[in-house]
């Protein structure tokens, strides 16, 4: 089952735009992480955020956290064309750290 | 050490074939994951391995699969009778235990084509 659901589906910005994808889970979580995969390729793992934190940025990345509502986002800023892959958001949720996924968002962004 | 790695990248198997794949994962690392995913979803727990015991195994395994991680280094996934809905890309993960805040190192991946 999975555990995340990201919202929207797809997006198609601009280069140099901003990007906001959100993700939303279901049970109480140890942290939340979000990992960029380009096509046929294997993910990687971009940042992670704690239960107890609500903001955390890493170079062009924001992402924040609200533990009351079960959800996330995740906002690229200055988006480049080398942006373009597909974004999934994980959960972290018991003692074996093992991530639930969601179905990801995929990111166009146009030269 | 150059990360994750996984053999094949592809595969294209007769069905009823059997087939293996191969997981190298960061030699300091004691976690190892296999996760399968199919176009347009996100990776799907498979089973792990701390060190070499297998510690949960998803009900997707079904009994035609099986791994091992026989001296809790490199690790194997085997696919028995293969049937075409088992067309799918296999991806590795590796961690370290202790290190919850640094997320999964993730391999290319297996694509698996079962015609």
């Known amino acids: 089952s999975q555990q995340g659901e990201e919202d929207p589906q797809a997006l198609s910005i601009q280069e140099g735009e901003n990007a906001t994808m959100n993700c939303s889970y279901k049970t109480s979580i140890n942290n939340l992480q979000w990992y960029r995969q380009n096509s046929g390729r294997g993910l990687v793992h971009l940042i992670l955020?704690?239960?107890?934190?609500r903001e955390k940025h890493s170079g062009r990345l924001r992402v924040t956290l609200d533990t009351s509502k079960k959800s996330s986002s995740l906002l690229i800023t200055a988006s480049r064309a080398a942006d373009t892959a597909s974004y999934f958001c994980a959960t972290d949720k018991g003692s074996n750290y093992k991530l639930t996924f969601g179905k990801g968002t995929l990111l166009t962004v146009n030269p | 050490d150059t990360g994750v790695s996984q053999n094949p990248r592809h595969k294209i198997t007769k069905r009823g074939q059997n087939v293996t794949f191969r997981c190298d994962p960061i030699s300091e690392h004691n976690r190892l994951y296999w996760y399968r995913q199919t176009l347009g979803q996100g990776p799907e727990f498979l089973t792990y391995?701390?060190?070499?015991?297998?510690?949960?195994k998803s009900r997707l395994l079904s009994d035609r699969f099986s791994a091992e991680r026989p001296k809790g280094s490199f690790s194997t996934l085997e696919i028995q009778r293969t049937e075409q809905g088992d067309s799918a890309m296999y991806l590795c993960?590796?961690?370290?235990?202790?290190?919850?805040?640094?997320?999964?190192?993730f391999g290319s991946g297996t694509r698996l084509t079962v015609v």
């Open positions: 993960a590796s961690s370290l235990t202790g290190s919850r805040d640094y997320g999964y190192t």
């Open positions: 955020i704690r239960s107890n934190e």
């Open positions: 391995f701390q060190n070499e015991a297998q510690l949960e």
